[in-house]
């Protein structure tokens, strides 16, 4: 089976909202291994590095003031297809044409406040992973075959 690793990041709106936790879930149940997290204010230049693809949309700006404003949690998943797979459990970028039953379309309205970031290609996530943890931060681990319940 080939594992990839994706960035997932909830975004400020989505901690202020106490989502973490149901994001969390979502991607544990569906089966992806986490392999790292942090909760992170990011500076102004560490997201426009984040966003630099994005630096002439006019929207840009406010977008990384928005990302700035507080905690980020920031978040490696790991397993099959988790770049693509990630990209579904978050819906559409725009809340609106989300559908029901993705983390947008169940908790978000709003395009500039939707609630999660996702990795677009194994390349880009590679990146981004780069850009939010140090290497010693993303753990390699393997599902323990013991029986931890008695
Ligand atoms: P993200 O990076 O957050 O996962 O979003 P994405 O790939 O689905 O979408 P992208 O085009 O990279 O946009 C990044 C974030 O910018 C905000 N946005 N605002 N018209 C607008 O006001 C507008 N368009 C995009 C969204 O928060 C989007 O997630």
């Not at 901690?15 to 992170?40: D, M, N, P, S, T």
């Not at 700035?68 to 044409?97: F, H």
């Not at 406040?113 to 990795?119: K, T, Y």
Request: hydrophobic share 35%.
């Amino acid at each position: 089976m080939t594992s990839e690793q994706t960035f997932i990041a909830v975004k400020p709106d989505g901690v202020q909202r106490g989502l973490v936790g149901e994001i969390i879930c979502r991607f544990e149940k569906r089966g992806y291994k986490l392999a790292a997290i942090k909760l992170v204010t990011p500076t102004q230049e560490h997201l426009e590095k984040h966003y630099e693809d994005l630096k002439d949309k006019p929207f840009f700006k406010g977008l990384i003031t928005y990302m700035g404003s507080g905690p980020v949690c920031a978040m490696v998943w790991e397993g099959r297809e988790a770049v693509k797979v990630g990209r579904q459990l978050l819906g559409a970028t725009n809340p609106m044409a989300s559908q029901p039953g993705t983390i947008r379309g169940d908790y978000a309205i709003d395009v500039g406040r939707n609630v999660c970031h996702g990795s677009d290609a194994v390349e880009s996530a590679k990146k981004e992973i780069d850009l939010w943890f140090k290497k010693e931060e993303v753990n390699s681990w393997k599902k323990a075959e013991h029986d931890w319940v008695y």
